[in-house]
């Protein structure tokens, strides 16, 4: 509540309209809020000793802390990969290709695939696509918005040890990893062929 309360008063711009809402505002910031949710939680516990406590939160650092390494280190692979130029060099390579709509699916595929971070993946694949969307034969509003979904199918694929989400798919199923890699990341790889594959018989009708 508190999250979506600060982001709708950003939306309305009203967020400095006086010291209320400046306030309700900082406490909207996910960190903030997030920090709160925390805070009241412990009051929820029927025995607060200090003991028990430790207990909860080493509970909570051995479950969070191999996702929050995992995603910092996707993370600085992900600029790694951006800053050697490789992505680039895909993209470049996938438009000689005339693949077309497949190409957003491809080169968002290869990101996610390497660095583990769909959201990486998405806004760095988004770079290099935009530039091609004329050559691509999708710069009409409905060629982007086929691009878009087509890079969205490619964020899919695949989830394993480097992705944040596998971790936290395995652990909190209390599955093993290598169970995980044959079943779950098995299903990231369908549900992004899939999903690029709806989008590519869209494209029949849209353009």
């Given at each position: 509540?508190?999250?979506a309360?600060?982001?709708?008063l ?12 400046k ?19 412990l ?6 000793a200090i003991?028990?406590?430790n ?12 996702i ?8 600085m ?6 800053e ?15 693949l077309?709509l ?5 080169i968002?595929?290869i990101?996610k695939t390497?660095?583990?971070?769909s ?6 694949a ?12 999708l ?7 086929l ?6 199918a ?11 989400y596998?971790w ?10 290598n169970?995980a890699?044959k ?9 992004g ?12 009708f849209?353009?």
């Open positions: 509540m508190l999250i309360t600060g982001s709708l950003t939306i309305l711009n009203i967020s400095n309209v006086n010291f209320a809402l306030g309700l505002a900082f406490i909207g910031q996910p960190i903030v809020a997030l920090m709160i949710g925390v805070l009241l939680s009051l929820l516990l029927k025995n607060r003991k028990n406590i207990a909860v939160l080493g509970s909570a650092i051995e479950k969070a802390g191999p929050l390494i995992v995603t910092g280190a996707g993370g692979y992900g600029l790694v990969i951006k050697t130029g490789i992505g680039a060099y895909a993209g470049e390579f996938l438009l000689q290709t005339g077309g497949a190409v957003p699916f491809l968002a595929s990101l390497a660095q583990g971070s959201t990486v993946a998405i806004i760095t988004a770079s290099f696509v935009v530039p091609m969307l004329p050559a691509l034969g710069d009409s509003e409905s060629g982007k918005l691009a878009m979904i087509s890079m969205g490619g964020s899919m694929m695949v989830s394993h040890a480097n992705d944040s596998f936290v798919v395995s652990q909190f199923s209390g599955i093993n990893s169970t890699l079943v779950y990341s098995s299903a990231t790889v369908v549900m062929i899939v999903t690029f594959l709806c989008v590519w018989l869209t494209s029949f849209m353009l």
